[in-house]
C-alpha cells in the first residue's frame, strides 16, 4: 500500500462537528484544503460553521487576515450529509465520540465507500489506535492524528501508528500535519500517547501533597507559579480542564499500565468528582468561580518577630547560597561546625524532610528550620518546619527570607518540600516515557512544551536542575516513604550517574 497525502488536489473529511472537529475542519480549510464535515446531530455542521465563521471574523477584525481571505476559507468548507460524500476523501479525520464500538462502527463503514489508498485517521486521546483499526477490513490504512483543543491554536499534533499500519502512513500523517501548518510529534501507540502520559505527575503529585496536609491547594498553586515558573498551578489546572475529566484521565492511565504506582490517581480528587466539585464548568472546585475567594488560612501560622541578628546554616547543598539570600537581609551566617547556644539553624536537604535532617546533623528540633534551595529558584521561597519548631524560631527565619519583593510559604514537614517533589516527579515521568521508547527525546521536550505548556520539557528541566540532583531528591523521597511510586527510572539513573544529559538517548 503506498500512502500519499501530498496531492494537490487533496480532500479533507471530517467527522464529528464539535469543538475538536470543528476546530480540525478549520486549520485544513485554512491550510487551502477542500474540506468536508459531517455530524450526525441535525442542524451540528451549521452550528459548527458559525462558529467558525466568528472566529475567523474576530481575525479579520485584529488584521491577522483579510476579508477576501476568510471567505476563501469558508468556501472550502462543505457540508456533506451523508457518508458517501466523502468517498472522494482521501484523508478522513474522525473527531467522534471516545467509544471504541462507536469509531469502529465508523471506519467500517467508510471502508466501503473509500478509495483504497484514502487515510482513516483518529483523533483518540485515550484508546488504543491498533484498538481502532482491528475493527477495519485493512487496518493498514489506519493511523493516529491526536490534535489539542483547540486545534486553530495549538501548534502541536501526536501522530501515531498502529501496530499493523502499514509503513507509509506515519510519514504521510506528517507529512500531513506539516501541510496544515501544525508541528508533529511521532509516538508509539501506547496509553495516553506523549502529552497525556506526560500530564501524569503535576496534577496527581500536587493532589497527593495537598491531601497529606503539606500545603493547600493554593500555596502549591503559587508555588509552582512564582518559584518554578509554571503558567498555571496544579489546582488552577485541574478545574480548567475539569475534574471528572482530569481524574477519568489519571484513572484509565492508571488501568492501562496494570496499577503501576507511578501513575497512581487520588482518591480525595474521587471524592471531589463524586460531590460534583468539577471546577470552573460547575463553578466550584479547588477554587470558587461564583464569588471573589480570600486567600485562606495559611497552612502553617507565622507569628510576627524581628529579623535575626545570626544564624546558623549547615554547610551542605544550598547553604552557602542560602548564607547569601540571607545577607542581603542584614543577617550574619555561621556555615558548619556546631550551632551556638541559640538562634536559628537552618538546614537545606534534597528529597529529606526536616525531621530526618535535624536527627542526622544531630540538632534541635525546636530550632530548626529547612529551606528549599533547589534550582535556587528565589520568586517565592519554601520554608519547612520540623514537628517541633518553635513559633519564635520560625517568626524569625520568615522574617529572615520574606519580604514584599521575595514572599515566601511555610509548609508542613515533607520529603522534597514541594517544588522538588513536583519537578523530580515531572522529570521523572518523562524519563519514563524516554525509556519506553514512546517518542524520540527530544520529541518528548517539544510535545510536552508545546500541549502542557510547561516552562521546559521534562528532560530539560532534569537537566537544567542537575540530573544527579533529581536522582538524590526521589532516592531520598523512597528512602523515607517506601512508596514505589517515587522510584526513579534506570533512564534517569544512568544518565545521572555517568554525569550526561537526559536527552542522550542509547
Request: proline share 6%.
Amino acid at each position: 500500500m503506498a500512502i500519499d497525502l501530498s496531492k494537490p488536489d487533496l480532500i479533507v473529511a471530517v467527522f464529528g462537528a464539535g469543538t475538536m472537529g470543528r476546530g480540525i475542519a478549520q486549520v485544513s480549510a485554512q491550510a487551502g484544503l477542500t474540506t468536508l464535515l459531517f455530524d450526525s446531530t441535525d442542524g451540528a455542521v451549521k452550528t459548527a460553521i458559525a462558529a467558525i465563521d466568528r472566529g475567523l471574523e474576530g481575525l479579520v477584525a485584529k488584521e491577522r487576515m483579510t476579508a477576501a481571505a476568510k471567505q476563501d476559507v469558508l468556501n472550502r468548507l462543505n457540508s456533506i450529509n451523508s457518508l458517501d460524500e466523502a468517498k472522494g476523501a482521501g484523508i478522513v479525520i474522525e473527531a467522534i465520540v471516545e467509544d471504541l464500538k462507536v469509531k469502529r462502527e465508523l471506519f467500517r463503514e467508510l471502508e466501503k465507500r473509500l478509495s483504497a489508498d484514502a487515510v482513516l485517521a483518529t483523533n483518540t486521546s485515550s484508546l488504543s489506535v491498533t484498538e481502532i483499526a482491528a475493527g477495519c477490513e485493512k487496518p493498514g490504512r489506519v493511523g493516529g492524528l491526536h490534535f489539542f483543543n483547540p486545534p486553530p491554536l495549538m501548534r502541536l499534533v501526536e501522530v501515531i501508528g498502529g501496530l499493523r499500519s502499514d509503513p507509509t502512513v506515519v510519514p504521510a500523517l506528517v507529512g500531513f500535519v506539516k501541510r496544515i501548518n501544525k508541528h508533529p510529534i511521532v509516538a508509539t501507540d501506547t496509553p495516553g500517547f506523549v502529552v497525556n502520559h506526560a500530564g501524569r505527575a503535576y496534577g496527581p503529585e500536587a493532589l497527593r501533597i495537598v491531601s497529606q496536609g503539606i500545603a493547600s491547594a493554593r500555596e502549591v498553586d503559587l508555588l509552582m507559579k512564582e518559584a518554578a515558573g509554571f503558567r498555571m498551578g496544579p489546582f488552577e489546572l485541574l478545574d480548567l480542564v475539569g475534574g471528572d475529566v482530569a481524574h477519568a484521565v489519571m484513572v484509565s492511565i492508571f488501568e492501562q499500565y496494570f496499577d503501576d504506582p507511578i501513575y497512581q490517581p487520588s482518591a480525595n480528587m474521587a471524592v471531589r468528582v463524586a460531590g460534583g466539585l468539577l471546577g470552573r464548568k460547575s463553578k466550584q472546585g479547588f477554587y470558587s468561580y461564583e464569588k471573589p475567594e480570600t486567600s485562606g488560612p495559611a497552612t502553617v501560622a507565622v507569628s510576627t518577630q524581628a529579623i535575626p541578628k545570626s544564624v546558623w546554616i549547615a554547610d551542605e547543598d544550598g547553604g552557602r547560597d542560602l548564607a547569601q539570600w540571607l545577607s542581603v537581609a542584614g543577617v550574619k551566617s555561621e556555615l558548619g561546625g556546631k550551632p551556638a547556644s541559640s538562634g536559628p539553624c537552618f538546614v537545606t536537604p534534597l528529597g529529606e524532610d526536616a525531621s530526618s535532617a535535624c536527627v542526622r546533623l544531630n540538632l534541635e528540633p525546636a530550632r530548626t528550620v529547612a529551606v528549599d534551595m533547589f534550582g535556587r529558584f528565589s520568586g517565592r521561597r519554601t520554608l519547612m518546619t520540623t514537628p517541633l519548631t518553635h513559633a519564635e524560631t520560625l517568626g524569625a527565619a520568615f522574617a529572615a527570607l520574606s519580604d514584599d519583593k521575595t514572599p515566601a510559604t511555610v509548609i508542613k514537614d515533607s520529603p522534597g518540600f514541594v517544588v522538588q517533589r513536583m519537578l523530580a516527579m515531572i522529570v521523572n515521568v518523562g524519563t519514563r516515557i524516554a525509556e519506553l521508547r514512546i517518542a524520540a527525546p527530544a520529541d518528548i521536550d517539544t510535545a510536552v512544551e508545546l500541549g502542557l505548556n510547561y516552562p521546559k520539557g521534562p528532560l530539560a528541566f532534569g537537566d537544567a536542575l542537575g540530573g544527579a540532583q533529581v536522582l538524590t531528591v526521589l532516592d531520598g523521597i523512597f528512602a523515607i516513604t517506601h512508596d514505589p511510586k517515587y522510584r526513579a527510572t534506570t533512564w534517569l539513573r544512568r544518565r545521572a550517574k555517568l554525569g550526561i544529559s537526559l536527552l542522550a538517548p542509547d
